[in-house]
């Protein structure tokens, strides 16, 4: 089941680049 956890972490890391961008 690694396929979940690598599409959960690839939704934070560009949830994080647009608050990223949204914060500069």
């Not at 599409?7 to 680049?17: F, H, Q």
């Not at 647009?18 to 500069?24: F, G, M, P, S």
């Amino acid at each position: 089941m690694k396929i979940g956890s690598l599409d959960a972490k690839l939704e934070a890391e560009v949830l994080l680049r647009h608050v990223l961008k949204i914060d500069r």
